[in-house]
């Protein structure tokens, strides 16, 4: 066998792999929007049924009619956006602020703050579930979406700084020496240099920001009591009974839930592009 020979089976070999693991990943969410339209009859029959033979919508429709535990989709789905969009800016200044801190300056204890950061993202998120509704309790911001919010920027904190360190530290230092020659402040090169290079790490973070709290199940029903403040994740739990679930309302549900989540991305993943276009104009 040539060279070029084992180098053609090699990417043919890659490709597959790739193709399977797509697929892998995207059946779900397939299935998730399939079942969402088809019939009670398609979904409790015991056949694969890939597509859904006679289209329907009669689950959408009562998730918009009927709502969900006497309350309107659109509620839920607020209280989430206010969740998801809230951990989004707070984290996002933390974050920033705080890797440009760990990355241009030095300062004792600075290393063991880095290992902190790596232990603390390391320790599961259900550990630290009755220690925070402890705190969040004493604060009086239990059963409210101010205290959700504080605690989800908590547990996506130090992920972000981590990630945003890397991009501050790959920017070069004599680009904001250059800025300060020339009579620039600390913050108007802060704005104007650092800000437009590492941006795109930024919404990068952000994205992963916002999937985070937008999914997140646990902490909103332990922080959580009042059904009209339950974000979408715990709003679905309705769905099921003891003795039935309803597949067609949570397929249905679960469809509309990702469509925030999917404008989201590309929304910011226009910013991404841009903000890479702009950092290599500036530098």
């Keep these: 066998m040539t060279p070029k020979t084992r180098k053609l089976l090699g990417k043919i070999g890659l490709n597959t792999a790739a193709v399977l693991v797509f697929l892998f990943a995207v059946f779900p969410v397939y299935w998730m929007i399939s079942t969402a339209f088809k019939s009670n009859e398609e979904i409790f029959t015991t056949r694969f049924i890939p597509f859904p033979t006679d289209p329907t919508i009669e689950h959408v429709e009562r998730v918009f009619s009927e709502g969900v535990a006497g309350h309107s989709i659109w509620r839920y789905m607020l209280n989430s956006a206010i969740v998801a969009i809230g951990t989004v800016l707070i984290g996002a200044v933390f974050s920033l602020l705080s890797a440009t801190?760990?990355?241009?300056?030095?300062?004792?204890?600075?290393?063991?703050?880095?290992?902190?950061?790596?232990?603390?993202?390391?320790?599961?998120?259900?550990?630290?579930?009755?220690?925070?509704?402890?705190?969040?309790?004493?604060?009086?911001?239990?059963?409210?979406?101010?205290?959700?919010?504080?605690?989800?920027?908590?547990?996506t904190l130090p992920f972000g700084i981590w990630m945003l360190r890397t991009f501050v530290a790959a920017v070069p230092r004599s680009l904001e020496e250059a800025a300060w020659i020339?009579?620039?402040?600390?913050?108007?090169?802060?704005?104007?240099?650092?800000?437009?290079?590492?941006?795109?790490?930024?919404?990068?973070?952000?994205?992963?920001?916002?999937?985070?709290?937008?999914?997140?199940?646990?902490?909103?029903?332990?922080?959580?009591s009042d059904q009209g403040s339950y974000t979408m994740p715990v709003a679905l739990r309705y769905f099921v009974s003891q003795r039935s679930v309803d597949w067609g309302g949570i397929m249905a549900a679960s469809t509309l839930m990702t469509i925030p989540v999917i404008i989201f991305f590309l929304?910011?993943?226009?910013?991404?592009?841009?903000?890479?276009?702009?950092?290599?104009?500036?530098g």
């Design 101 to 155: 801190a760990v990355a241009r300056f030095r300062f004792r204890g600075r290393t063991s703050f880095l290992i902190l950061l790596l232990i603390v993202q390391m320790v599961p998120a259900e550990a630290l579930l009755i220690p925070l509704f402890l705190m969040v309790r004493r604060a009086g911001l239990y059963d409210q979406l101010i205290g959700l919010i504080v605690v989800n920027v908590a547990l």
């Design 267 to 282: 929304l910011v993943q226009r910013r991404m592009v841009s903000g890479l276009v702009a950092g290599a104009v500036k």
């Design 182 to 224: 020339d009579g620039a402040s600390r913050f108007t090169t802060f704005w104007k240099v650092l800000f437009p290079l590492v941006a795109p790490g930024l919404v990068a973070t952000s994205i992963f920001t916002f999937i985070t709290a937008w999914n997140e199940f646990v902490f909103a029903l332990t922080l959580i």
